[in-house]
């Protein structure tokens, strides 16, 4: 290490579920270069200090969407946050809030991931379609209607950022919104009638309250926010639907 | 030990995995499936292909190209049989990823759109922007949710296969929440664990490429083959090896060194062209592009940056912002997030990385290994289509179209096979738990596993890169003996049970190491060039050149408990396409033409 080594004080809100009673921080000194991320300050730490270190990782190009933890109470994908924003300022890493530690910055998940099934995230067809017929057509308009709530990553962050799902661990949230306004939006889809159902349910968007803190920490900038208010209206609309014909709204 | 009974298990829960999964569960919804896998399958390397999946589409196209290119592409070294089948089905499989939602980039009337792709004839590449492999493992990953007989083990690491009356029979993993052990039954064990490319330093993986797969079926007797071809991928990042598509390539990027000049036309890809012409300059196929960075290095016509190192660049900013967000979203956030570059108004630094493993777990036509009851599907596999050098978006077709055949042969199978003896097997699993055991609980060890695996990249980049000789390679496989020695000796720092990432990473080196060896050994043997296996020495030089005679032939490397691997050579099914100069550019145009004339 040269005498002109640029060191970062990164402060891991560190938790040993077996040994530990309470999560407490640990203060490493790390030496880094400017194009180094969050993510391999931690691989430093991990490699050099402490193996038992322990964080999700992999693609480190923010697709993979394992990497998400609180960076100065800040939900952000560590491996796109480069320590060189924070220099000569300490960092303090703190796991995903709004949801339960298991050790160190992993988060249990299993809950978002019962959400994200529930909502029935595939085509149920409109029109079936053999493989001998080719692709279903889709016009630019039809394309533009849901490509964008496609991006989501499941990082979560969205769920770390929001304020009801710290409240409600029930509601269905975010990004799981925002996968079932994809389907409901695309041309080849029929299923929107029964994904309304769980829009309208005590899970579902009426929990929002409008914060927009989940499109702000959105790394894709997928706007579930935006999903949620759209599906807000559909609900409403829904609801007086229900009212004027007997097979009910949706349709 | 917990214990769970399925019929079909699989390993890897990325592209392939999730495919098989699916096509054993529309096959037989009766068929019990444990999907396993190491992280959320959304995690899975898949998710980082970029460019597209190439798939017969335009009508000027056809199946036969598609083959020629790949089996030309590949060296030879391609079973065309399996070629054949592969482009017939990939059209198909496309198609179905299209049914299911892949939201597949589409032209003005509303049809998928195709790419131009390195080393292919005809735009036959299939994109979803430049989130291509993203999109299709978030297709597949939410269309398998519809599936009730499809069980999740999500974060479940594999540590070995259960082996029994000369079946595979089953798997021990453990839940990485807990550290407990975990015995998975099943008639029929398909592989799906990708690649082993972070064997190496600089590469576009992810941190969870480390040939897992390879190394649980080579220590069960199966052969790995063709392991000595490792891909370079031309356009990546500097030090992070963070990958920039070919389909920048595809979409008019040039490649251009110091001067600013398109070095390629200096290496018979030629001559220049100003719009993207397939299989000419930047759309050449990888290993020759990549080798030609290395010349120009050599050359000192590579730039060299104070931090990055040398580097070319590749130049995208005649194409636009407005083109350039439409086509590359990716990339741009990439190169304006990563490194501070406008790709619109700036050159992008790139040198080769290493990209994906051509070889694998030898399997036939049918995804089929050696061991019954075992089969293996995607990068992790050797089916035989990508012989010595694949060509882009290749890899993510195969995922589908063997997913889809290995699920339906594992249904099969699984369907006629009797249940196995769940006492003898559970005996089995905890042999295999106290071993994996042994290795966290033990002490006085004084290796830090992250300075063996840095020392195994370093000699793997040194000795197994785009240029080997014979030196070079010999001084890798005597560190990886080494290594192999030093990793007995490994200290662990987390004893505990719970996320033990500390302990799961020495089980990953330790497969890691294994995989080396096949591909140095492989490597050394293989007195030739071909493909990405590019030599500079032999008596006269002559290892610089192909040889049909001694080397048309695949390497299998096979393990010996405590040993390097034994290496032995098998033969290429060749049936309608006999080896020929393999030329690109105006050269490649000119055998087209000479081959179309003797042929009529």
Redesign the interface.
Known sequence: MSETQKIIEIEILRYKPESDEAPHSELYKVPFTDDMSVLQGAQYIKDNFDGSLTFRWSCRMAICGSCGMMINGIPKLSCETFIRDYYPNRISIEAMANFPIEKDLVVDLSGFIEKLESIQPYIIPKEPRTLEQGEYLQSPEEFNKYIKFTSCINCTLCYAACPQVGLNPDFIGPAAMALLHRYNMDSRDGGSAQRMELVASEEGVYNCSAVGYCSEVCPKHVDPGNAVNINKMNAAKDYFLRFLSPKGGSK | MEIYKADVVIVGGGGAGLRAAIAVAESDPKLKIALVSK??P????T??AEGGAAGVKKPTDSLDYHFHDTVGGGDWLCEQDVVEYFVKQAP?EL??L????C??S?T?????NVRAFGGMKIERTWFAAD?SG??IL?TLF??S??YPSIKRF?EYFCVDLLEEDGRCQGIVAIQM?TGEFTMIEGKSVIIATGGAGRVFRESTL???VTGDGMALAYRHGVALRDMEFVQYHPTCMP??G??FTEACRGEGGYLVNKDGYRYLQDYGLGPLQDKPKNKYMELGPRDRLSQAFWYEKQKGRTIEHP?LGSVVHLDLRHLGEAYLRERLP?IY??AE??MGIDPAKEMIPVRAGVHYTMGGIKVDGKCAASLPGLYAIGECSSVGIHGANRLGSNSLTEIVVFGKLAGDEAAKNARTVAPGNSASLLKQAQAIEERIMALKTKTGGTE???VIRKEMAQSMEDGCGIFRTESTMQATCDKLAELRERFKNIN???K???????WLMAVELDYQLDVAQTMAHSAINRKESRGAHQRLDGPNEAYKQRDDVNFLKHSEAYYVPGSAPRITLGDVKITKSQPEVRAYGAAGEKADAERKASHV
């Open positions: 992280v959320y959304m995690r899975s390397h998710v980082a198909i198609t179905q299209e049914h299911w939602g939201p597949w589409r003005e009337d509303g049809h998928v989130k993203f999109h978030h939410q269309t949710i519809k999500d929440g992810g941190g969870i030090i992070t963070l990958l931090v990716l956030e990439m997030t990563f830090r596993i992250s662990l720092d987390d505990s049970s719970v996320w033990n990432t500390d």
